[in-house]
């Protein structure tokens, strides 16, 4: 589907057509906090006590969380609605982001990485924001954006022999490849692939995505 299709269509588009291929069983979460709220059953968890909170609405809080590509047009085309679920919910739910290249996007490794060393100095958010930004500049291509990317750090004033350390150390790669593996153990076939306090959803609308969380906030 087109950058141009997937745009009009919007919401329907990725909650209709992209959340129904990710199909997975989760089992309800136990526990408190949010590594242990967003738990399910199984030995994967869905919430790792590194994963990267977006929103943190405290203990006993609903856990929302996303798996995602930076590389992926329907997580762009989700990411307005994220953002405003974030902003009417806050200090009311949890949000979570959790990687998840696909390998046939050229960049999404490189992009993740690039967040991944951002968010060693703090700035996770901030790299977050700017891949969904500029998609447009460097999606479906083949070859490396790695120097782009190099380029948004530079821009957000972050230390550069740090960031380059952390781009260049094998275990920068292996923090996005372990969210990646939890995925694919979790049953997410593609993205964006949410999971409200462990349970896969698969909403059929927007209003059916909000009204699932919005049960969650206030049972």
Same mark, same amino acid.
């Given at each position: 589907? =087109? ?22 069983? @989760?089992?309800? +979460? ?8 967003? /738990? ?7 919430? /790792? ?12 809080? +609903? ?16 990411? #307005?609605?994220?953002?405003?679920? /974030? ?15 696909? +390998?046939?996007?050229?960049?999404? *490794? ?19 924001? =700017? *891949?969904?930004? @500029? ?29 380059? %350390?952390?781009?260049?150390? #094998? %275990? ?9 593996? &939890?995925? *694919? ?5 593609? @993205? +964006? @692939? ?16 909000? %009204?699932?969380? &919005? %049960?969650?906030?206030? =049972?």
């Amino acid at each position: 589907m =087109r950058r141009n299709v997937i745009l009009s269509l919007l919401l329907i588009a990725v909650f209709v057509a992209v959340v129904a291929v990710a199909v997975g069983v @989760t089992r309800p +979460p136990s526990g408190t906090g949010v590594a242990d709220s967003a /738990r399910t059953s199984s030995a994967v968890p869905v919430v /790792r006590e590194d994963s990267h909170v977006l929103s943190d609405a405290g203990e006993g809080a +609903p856990v929302l969380v996303e798996f995602l590509d930076f590389e992926c047009e329907a997580c762009l085309a989700a990411y #307005p609605l994220v953002e405003q679920i /974030r902003e009417e919910y806050a200090g009311e739910l949890t949000f979570v982001v959790r990687y998840f290249p696909i +390998p046939g996007h050229a960049n999404a *490794m490189n992009a993740a990485v690039a967040v991944e060393a951002a968010a060693q100095q703090g700035r996770f958010e901030d790299m977050y924001t =700017r *891949m969904y930004q @500029t998609q447009s500049e460097w999606g479906e291509q083949q070859d490396s954006k790695a120097p782009l990317f190099r380029q948004f750090a530079q821009d957000l004033g972050l230390d550069m022999a740090a960031y380059d %350390a952390a781009v260049a150390d #094998p %275990a920068t790669q292996q923090r996005v490849e372990q969210d990646r593996q &939890d995925g *694919m153990a979790l049953g997410v076939q593609g @993205t +964006p @692939t949410f999971f409200l306090d462990g349970e896969l959803l698969q909403p059929t609308s927007e209003g059916d995505f909000r %009204a699932q969380i &919005d %049960a969650a906030v206030n =049972r």
